[in-house]
């Protein structure tokens, strides 16, 4: 397995001038034919959690946790501030690496070798949105495909593409972050996150301290988006409506570990404990289960 690891880490690698969203075929993609030695691999889960710990200090923030993601489907994690979602998250881009246990993207474990190319088909975006102040909205946009090889010119065609479908006007793309509201600068972070159309988005509480409108509308463009895109969504958030909206499948989290994983349904009409059911019933308007 290492092997196919490592020799996959090579097929996957930038190749400027490839097709505009310039992933190989062999990515895996549901529906796509997958060949050679990436086809051990493809019906794994995108991503494995196996008896992940991390803690920092004495404190445990996620512990013990094992967990599987299917390509495709969008998950919400939900649960109280300070239950682990930010660190899980985390420990998923390989930014940060567990104590114990193991995470695995695409059939392959995290590590020194496969990193590099793994944060290629990963779109993360943070808790703070994390752009760039002294970088133009278009600054930061172009900084990883920059460092990939593309051109200026393929930059702005693909920012102005994501402008369009995330509705920010195209002329903030010369503005620097402070000349943005908050809800614009969430845009960016998304758009940053889809430049080099990830097969796998990440996303930190991505509409976090939103009026309640211009949240609004952000979801129905990330339910669009995830629908149209057919890609493998972690969404973090501690608005269960918002989860319920976007995600099939929620993962409650409480003190680092799973309390409970289903669909929203499942989670409101056989909640595994009563804080599951008073986390429920914390949220303000809940859709209907169907
Ligand atoms: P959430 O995103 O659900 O609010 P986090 O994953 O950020 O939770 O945090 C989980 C626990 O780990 C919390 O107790 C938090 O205080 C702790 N923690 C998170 N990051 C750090 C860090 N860099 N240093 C020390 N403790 C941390
Ligand atoms: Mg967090």
Not at 157 to 174: I, M, S, T
Request: glycine content about 8%; aromatic content about 6%; overall charge positive.
């Amino acid at each position: 397995m290492d092997e196919i690891c490592r020799n996959r880490a090579y097929a996957w690698r930038w190749r400027p001038g490839a097709a505009a969203h310039g992933y190989d075929a062999r990515m895996g993609a549901r529906g796509r034919k997958i060949t050679g030695e990436a086809a051990d691999t493809a019906d794994a889960p995108m991503f494995e959690l196996l008896g992940v710990r991390k803690h920092y200090g004495d404190s445990i923030a996620v512990d013990g946790i094992s967990l599987a993601f299917a390509r495709g489907v969008v998950t919400a994690l939900i649960g109280s501030s300070g239950s682990g979602k930010s660190t899980l998250l985390r420990l998923l881009t390989g930014l940060l690496r567990p104590d114990a246990g193991e995470v695995r993207f695409d059939g392959c474990s995290l590590d020194a070798a496969t990193l590099r190319q793994a944060r290629q088909r990963m779109g993360y975006v943070i808790q703070e949105g994390g752009l760039f102040p002294h970088r133009t909205v278009l600054g930061n946009l172009s900084l990883l495909p920059v460092h990939l090889g593309w051109s200026g010119a393929r930059v702005l065609e693909r920012a102005r593409e994501l402008a369009v479908r995330v509705q920010l006007p195209e002329a903030l793309l010369q503005r620097y972050p402070s000349e943005l509201s908050g809800g614009q600068r969430q845009r960016v972070a998304l758009m940053r996150a889809l430049m080099l159309d990830p097969p796998v988005l990440l996303l930190d509480e991505p509409l976090g301290a939103l009026d309640p409108i211009v949240r609004s509308e952000l979801q129905e463009q990330l339910a669009d988006m995830f629908a149209e895109l057919d890609k493998t969504v972690l969404l973090v958030t501690h608005d269960v409506a918002e989860a319920a909206w976007l995600a099939s499948r929620l993962v409650l989290l409480r003190d680092g570990r799973v309390e409970q994983d289903g669909s929203f349904a499942q989670l409101r009409q056989s909640p595994a404990s009563t804080h599951v059911r008073r986390f429920l019933a914390s949220a303000r308007s809940l859709p209907e289960a169907p």
